[in-house]
């Protein structure tokens, strides 16, 4: 399984990013898909996940400002980011748990300055 995130640079406070992440396999029907982050010096957190009953689930530092959609045909899942602040600043991860492997992609940095 591969997850090939895009999207990410550098933006000012305030503005919107979207990033998007293309998987190998079929992104209906996973245990969880969705985005996690990890900023310098600190542990990688939950952004935004779908459950496997389609549900999201988001991270408390992005609720309301951050949302998480997909499209199951084109096997893509993203992160709309609006409102973005520096602590927002992090190597965005894309993840899916098919069940019986937690896969991860390789990043894609997001950088906003103040």
Request: charged share 20%.
């Amino acid at each position: 399984v591969q997850l090939q995130a895009s999207g990410g640079g550098l933006v000012q406070a305030g503005r919107s990013l979207r990033l998007r992440c293309v998987a190998s396999v079929s992104t209906f029907g996973n245990r969880a898909l969705g985005w996690y982050r990890q900023a310098p010096g600190r542990q990688r957190e939950l952004v935004a996940i779908f459950r496997s009953d389609g549900s999201a689930r988001y991270g408390d530092s992005v609720k309301g400002r951050f949302t998480i959609s997909r499209d199951n045909g084109k096997n893509e899942v993203y992160l709309q980011m609006y409102s973005l602040k520096s602590e927002d600043t992090a190597v965005y991860y894309c993840y899916l748990d098919d069940g019986l492997h937690n896969y991860w992609g390789q990043g894609t940095l997001v950088t906003v300055s103040s």
